[in-house]
């Protein structure tokens, strides 16, 4: 917009008034303008994928913690994600929260929150790393810069598993406790649906939205194959459980 002339030092002088006010209505004429071809200019419609997953378990296993399912959609409308970082405590000899979620290129702060020393490091193919062995109150990061997910141990401490779902996309989230779970934002096309539980293989599937409907996917994510094996530490090895909590 054209900005209009806003000097308004002779208005109070009558001489100038009208030509001082004549600028005012042409000055809220070019707002007005403004404002209209701002609402005439059609936005994409944004869309809500709203869907439910379960986990099919064998008899006897505890169920799932759905709340742990990620969800993320990709297409060809997505923008770039911005690297952000997140943060998982090591407490109590865990990694909360026990599953993250970052943006592609993003990083995890692994804050020592116990009284004494945890190792953080990962074998994934994605990107492996080894934050080395530190103290309580230190933290130390690592940057996750391809999309998937990465197991991530502490070589003291066997029990101790953190996931890192890095995403390519903005279109994440969550299921709730209940195995709800809604993706805001999106625009109508076809779009490529993953579903993951640590449990199961990773769930993918074609979607198709239009602006007028976006389905409402159920999905069953097969944990019957899970086996809770125990991993290796970071040489490969198996863990030396005499040793596990010395420190
Ligand atoms: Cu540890």
Redesign the pocket.
Known sequence: MNAPDRDHRGASRPAARDGALTRVALAMRLLVAAVCTTVATPLAAQVALHGQVRVIDRPGTPPADLRDVVIWLEGAASPRVSPATVSVA?RL?EFEPHVAVVPVGGAVTYPNQDPFS??VFSNSSLGAFDLGLYRTGKTRAATFARAGVYAVY?N??AR?VNYVVAVPTPYVARATAAGNFTVTGLSAGRWRLHVWHERAPEHVEEIVITTAQAPTPTIALDGRGFQAKAHLNKFGQVYATSRADRY
Do not use: D, E, Q, Y
């Open positions: 090591m000899r945890h190792n502490c003291i401490h101790m």
